[in-house]
C-alpha cells in the first residue's frame, strides 16, 4: 500500500503550516512508502518511509518551470511505484494537474479542502476526486454526495498545557488579513482595562500592506500601544510559549473558515472565544459564554472577555482542561488520521 499525497507547504517550522508533518508521518504509519509532492519545502523531518519531492518554489521557480517540474516527478514516481490511492491536502490544483496520469492507472484521488472560497480549483476538484474531505458541513463551498466531513487534526501531545495557570494575556494567533477582524478585537481590548493582547502572525505577501498599517495607527488612537503586541509569524514552538502565557484566547474568523488555531489554544487548556458554529460540538454548554453570534461587535466581545478575565482561577482552569478533554476526544490525530486513511483507502468513513 503505496500513498502520493501532495502538500502545500512541507517545512516542519513554517509558521502556518508546520503541521501538515505530523499529519504526513501519522499517514504513514498506514502505508508502505508516501511520496509527497509540495509546492514549497523547508526543513523537512518525516518518518523514514516518506519521501519529499518539491516543485521548486522556496528556490523561487517561475510557475511554468514549477508546472514542468511537477510532471517530471510524477511521472517519474508513477514509472517507480505502484499507488493504491492519492491524497491532495489543500492542494486541489496539483490533484487537477495530475489526474490525466492518476485516472488512467484507476488511482483514487481524495482532495482535502477547509474553506469557504468557491475558487474555481474545488469546484474542478469535485470532477476528479473520488471523494472531497473537510473540516465541517460549511467548510466546503459546493453541495455534494462526494463530500466527507472528517474534523480537525491537532497534535494534542504536541500542544499540551504547559503553562502553571497564571497567564494574563489574550492571545489571537491568526494571519494579519481584515477577515480575520483584528481591528474590532483592538477596539474591544481598549475597553477592557489591563488586558493585554499578543497578536501572533505576519501579513500575507498577496494582501497590500493598508490593513496592517490600518491595525498600527489604530493601536496609537486607542492609545493601548503598551499592551498589544505584534509578535509576528511564530514556529510552533512560538506559539506554544505564547499559550503558556496566556489567560485565554480568541479567534474571529466568520463560518466557513475553520481555524485549526482554536482548537490547538483549547489543546494547551487555554479558554478560547470563537465565533464559527462549527466550534459548537467542542464547547458544548459553554456554548453561551464562549460563542459570540459575530466578530463585529466589539462591546460584545469585550464583555465576553470581561466575563472569562473575571472567572475564579479553578473556574477558568477547569474551563480550559474540559475544552482540551474535547479537542482530544473529536479533534485530535488520534481521531482524524483513521478517518482520513479510511476515506483515502475505501470512499467512506470508518464505521
Known sequence: ???????????????????????????????????????????????????????????????????????????????????????????????????????????????????????????????????????????????????RVVGQGVDTDYFSPSGDGSGTDLVY???????????????????????????????????????????????????????????GPQKPDGVRAAYASAALSINLSPSGLFDKTAFEAMACAVPTLVTNPGFLPVLGDKAPLLLLPSGDDPALIASRLQAVLTLPAAERRALGERLRRAVVAQNSLDVLIPRLVSVINTGELPP
Not at 504509519?29 to 521548486?56: K, L, P
Not at 484521488?109 to 465541517?136: C, D, M, P, Q
Not at 490593513?211 to 489604530?218: F, G, K, Q, W
Open 1 to 147: 500500500m503505496n500513498l502520493l499525497l501532495f502538500n502545500l507547504v512541507t517545512d516542519a517550522d513554517d509558521s502556518i503550516f508546520a503541521f501538515t508533518t505530523p499529519w504526513i508521518n501519522r499517514l504513514a504509519q498506514h502505508y508502505d512508502a508516501v511520496d509527497v509532492v509540495t509546492m514549497r519545502a523547508g526543513r523537512i523531518e518525516v518518518a523514514d518511509n516518506v519521501r519529499v519531492f518539491s516543485v521548486g518554489k522556496e528556490h523561487g521557480f517561475s510557475e511554468p518551470r514549477r508546472a514542468a517540474v511537477f510532471f517530471e516527478i510524477v511521472s517519474r514516481l508513477m514509472r517507480d511505484r505502484r499507488y493504491a490511492a492519492c491524497f491532495a491536502h489543500q492542494q486541489p490544483l496539483f490533484a487537477l494537474m495530475a489526474a490525466p496520469l492518476l485516472q488512467p492507472a484507476r488511482i483514487p484521488i481524495t482532495v482535502w479542502y477547509n474553506h469557504r472560497s468557491r475558487h474555481w480549483t474545488a469546484r474542478y476538484a469535485l470532477r476528479i476526486a473520488r471523494r472531497i474531505t473537510t473540516s465541517t458541513s460549511d467548510s466546503f463551498p459546493f453541495p455534494s454526495a462526494k463530500v
Open 173 to 231: 494567533v491568526a494571519r494579519l488579513s481584515p477577515i480575520k477582524a483584528h481591528d474590532v478585537l483592538l477596539k474591544a481590548v481598549a475597553s477592557v482595562q489591563g488586558l493585554r493582547v499578543v497578536l501572533v502572525g505576519g501579513a500575507p505577501k498577496e494582501d497590500p500592506p493598508d490593513y496592517v498599517n490600518h491595525l498600527h495607527a489604530l493601536v496609537n488612537e486607542l492609545g493601548i500601544g503598551e499592551r498589544v503586541t505584534f509578535a
